[in-house]
Structures are given as structure tokens and as C-alpha cells.
């Protein structure tokens, strides 16, 4: 058996962290690196350049995988113009650096919109997902079809740990997220679908997917007012569409509340974003449901951020308090990585054995390690689950970690729930990560050569 497939193989066990313990975790770690590395080198462009300019050609220690940790912003490295001029033969030269499959097969002729060259990608056998674009640009990212079934296997093992649902589809599931499309969302809901929903009481807030190009048109109308720079015009459409959206969602909501009141008294799952959470909340009590009366072995999960959104200082006690009954799960995690790293009883995140985390200086040039206290810095992280894109990634998070054991008695190496965006607390902005630019380069040069690979 390989390396990969043994690491990946800790997802199967009923409790995948405290499995790590009863091996070699580091040294496995460091041979599935190795074979990725010696897998998809040849096959991306822009992994292949890095390691070249770096001198790595094999991945002998830690220290090697770190110059070939990719900046988070690598996945949005295209020129905006691209998009804007719907130029969407050049963004799939951009997306063929970044990715370890061939667009030959691509057609991108009589594409007008990202939604279309995104269902193009679709068809020709890259399952592409998406950032929602909140800093002013959207990543794309590539998976092959067993990277889908390969995730959708890892995240099943790991959700609601430590006590994670049975996998027998026996309980109502409630996503408030739309039912498919190009995120990390709609990727995670069909796996929890699959594995626990009860085919009958499945809902999801939207049955309609996920359209990138409507999201950007909002978030571009939202910084050109926020700037001043929006039209009277602008700023009229923009209010006629979030009045049409909130009735759609409001009737979405009440939709989801009057499932939810039937299946109270039963084992279910909740998940979703916590302005959608909070939103729910809001309707249920409008609608009269009391606070309480979940049944115990009901899970529910709110994530993410606000979204710049105005939600009370105590909205997450508020949710706890009407969810009363249910478990709370938690988990730290960002949409570049497989699966996230759920938290224990003693409030620690516990970062999942597939995953290698890092912890970097300011601009991820160097290892902070220590193999037992805190240590302090950029978190990155290295996994092996993809086969679509070359795994590792050095993100915009600034955290505490600790390497080993955990005070709930599981292994770890585990973070603390402090963390916070690096810039807000190093006033380092994410391009200024030292491989970012070298990233830029690689690319554009890669797209003025527009060399495909087969």
C-alpha cells in the first residue's frame, strides 16, 4: 500500500485522530509528499517551475515541502481583464498552470459569463470549485472526479467528530446552502447528503446552484458603493435586487423552519454559514418556535465569518441557546483544504492526520515548529487529498499551535481558537507572502506562452 493511500486510509477508522497516535504520523506524512510530489510535479506547470527555481527535486525533510507551499492568492493570479473581457481562452491557459489535467478538451467558444466557462470545464471533466471573491476576486481551483469521491469519503469520516452521524442516511439534514454548484458548500453538502441525509427530509435553503457570476456582480456593486464610485443607477438596481432576494429567502426560510419544527423531536443535522444560521433563528422565533426541545443526538454547526454583516455581539449564544438539546460542532478550516480540523471537549482544533500543518513566519519563508508548546505564526497547510492541484498552501490566517498532546488526551498537533486573518495582526497584506509574486511571474509567463500539456 502507498503512503497516500495508508494516510488516506486513517479516514476509515471510526476515530481518525486518535488512530494517528498508533503510528509514525510525521514519517508517513513525509512519504505521501514524496509521491505526490514525484506524481504531479510533471503534470503542473507552475509546481514544476517553483521546485526548479527552488532547487527541490526530491522531498527529503519538512523543510523541503515548505518554498513549495503556494500563497493562497496563486488560485486568483489571473488578470481581472480576463474576465471582464471575457476572455475565457486565456483564463483556461491561466487555469492550465494551476492545474494537473489537460484543457485540450475544453471549448470555451460562445462563452459569455464565468457560469458558462465553468460549466465548459464541467464538461470536459474538471470539477472546478470557487472562493465567494469577499477580497474583490475569486479563486478557482481544480478537481478530478476521484478527487470529488476521495474528499467526499474524507469529510463523512471526520464531520461531528468525535462522535460523527451514522452513515445509514437515517436523519432528517438541513444545509442552508444551495444544493449544487462550484464551492466548497455544495461539494460538502452532497457528501453529508449522501452519507446521513434521509432521502426524504434533505433540505437545502436554495435548490437552485450556486451562480458565480451573480455573486460577483454583488460584490462588485457592494465595493463600488461601499468606494462611492457606484451610479444612482447602480445603487438602485442594487437595492431592487436585495429587496427580490430577501423575499425569495424569506420564503426560503420560512420553508426550512416549518421542516425543522416537524422534525424537532428527531436525531437531525444542521449546517450552514452563521448569517444563515442567525437568519434562520430570527424567522423560527418570528414564526413563534420556543428555544429548546432538540432531541441530544441532533448536531448543528454554524462556520465561517459575518460576511461584513451586522449580527449581535451574542448572535452565536443566541443560535446555542435555541438549538437547546443539540451538540454544537466546530471546526477551523478554509475552502483550499479538504476537510477542516474539528474541535475537542478541552476547545482546540485538531488538525486531521491527511493534513500536515505548518506553522510559517510572517512571509512563509520558515518553519516555527516546537514539539510541545505554543508556537505562533502564518498557518499553512499541506494535503494529500488532491490529485486536481498540487496541495499545499500557505494561507491568510495567523494562529497558535501546539504539536503535542492534546488536554482532552488525544494527539495532535492541535490549534487554539484564537485564530485571526494575519494582516489584522501583522499589518502584512497576503501578496506580500514571499512565493506570491514568484507565483505572478510563473503565471503570466505561462499564459504569454499558452503552451498546453497533454
Not at 471510526?14 to 509514525?24: E, G, S
Not at 460577483?216 to 456593486?221: F, G, P, Q, S
Amino acid at each position: 500500500m502507498s503512503a497516500v493511500d495508508e494516510l488516506l486510509g486513517l479516514a476509515d477508522n471510526p476515530d481518525p485522530i486518535a488512530a494517528a497516535a498508533q503510528i509514525d504520523l510525521p514519517q508517513l506524512q513525509l512519504e505521501a509528499a514524496r509521491e505526490r510530489f514525484a506524481q504531479l510535479r510533471p503534470r503542473i506547470r507552475l509546481l514544476d517551475q517553483r521546485a526548479a527555481d527552488v532547487g527541490i527535486d526530491e522531498i527529503r525533510t519538512p523543510a523541503d515541502l515548505v518554498p513549495l507551499l503556494l500563497a493562497h492568492t496563486a488560485y486568483k493570479s489571473y488578470p481581472q481583464s480576463f474576465v471582464t473581457g471575457n476572455r475565457w481562452d486565456r483564463m483556461t491557459q491561466w487555469f492550465a498552470a494551476v492545474s494537473s489535467t489537460s484543457m485540450a478538451s475544453v471549448d470555451t467558444d460562445g462563452v459569455t459569463d464565468v457560469d458558462g466557462w465553468i460549466e465548459r470545464l464541467e464538461a470536459a471533466g474538471h470539477h472546478v470549485f470557487c472562493s465567494s471573491g469577499t477580497s474583490g476576486k475569486t479563486s478557482f481551483i481544480d478537481q478530478t472526479g476521484d478527487d470529488v469521491e476521495r474528499v467526499a469519503r474524507l469529510l463523512v469520516g471526520i464531520w461531528g467528530w468525535p462522535n460523527q452521524p451514522p452513515g445509514d442516511r437515517s436523519r432528517p439534514y438541513f444545509s442552508l446552502t444551495p444544493s449544487s454548484g462550484p464551492a466548497r458548500v455544495a461539494y460538502a453538502f452532497q457528501a453529508q447528503a449522501g452519507h446521513s441525509g434521509r432521502p426524504d427530509a434533505t433540505y437545502t435553503l436554495v435548490d437552485a446552484p450556486i451562480r458565480m457570476g451573480e455573486i460577483n456582480d454583488i460584490l462588485r456593486l457592494q465595493q463600488a458603493i461601499a468606494a462611492g464610485t457606484a451610479s444612482a443607477k447602480d445603487v438602485a438596481r442594487f437595492e431592487g435586487a436585495t429587496q427580490d432576494r430577501g423575499r425569495v429567502h424569506r420564503h426560503a426560510y420560512e420553508r426550512i423552519v416549518t421542516a425543522l419544527e416537524r422534525h424537532r423531536a428527531e436525531p437531525i443535522i444542521v449546517s450552514g454559514g452563521w448569517p444563515q444560521v442567525w437568519t434562520m433563528v430570527e424567522v423560527a422565533r418570528a414564526k413563534g418556535l420556543s428555544d429548546g426541545g432538540f432531541h441530544p443526538d441532533s448536531i448543528w454547526l454554524g462556520s465561517g465569518g459575518t460576511k461584513g454583516l451586522r449580527l449581535p455581539d451574542d448572535y452565536q449564544d443566541q443560535v446555542g441557546a435555541f438549538f437547546g438539546g443539540a451538540r454544537r460542532y466546530s471546526g477551523y478550516g478554509m475552502s483550499e483544504t479538504s476537510t477542516h480540523s474539528p474541535i475537542c471537549d478541552a476547545g482546540r482544533f485538531h488538525v486531521p492526520p491527511w493534513l500536515t500543518l505548518f506553522v510559517l513566519d510572517e512571509t512563509g519563508d520558515e518553519i516555527r515548529y516546537a514539539p510541545a508548546g505554543p508556537v505562533t505564526g502564518r498557518a499553512a497547510f499541506w494535503d494529500v487529498a488532491w490529485e486536481g492541484h498540487w496541495g499545499g498552501i500557505i494561507s491568510g490566517d495567523w494562529i497558535t499551535a501546539d504539536y503535542g498532546p492534546c488536554g482532552c488526551g488525544r494527539p495532535g498537533p492541535t490549534v487554539e481558537n484564537s485564530v485571526r486573518r494575519a494582516q489584522d495582526v501583522i499589518g502584512l497584506s497576503d501578496d506580500k507572502v514571499s512565493c506570491a509574486g514568484a507565483v505572478e511571474a510563473y503565471v503570466r509567463g505561462a499564459i504569454e506562452v499558452g503552451v498546453e500539456r497533454s
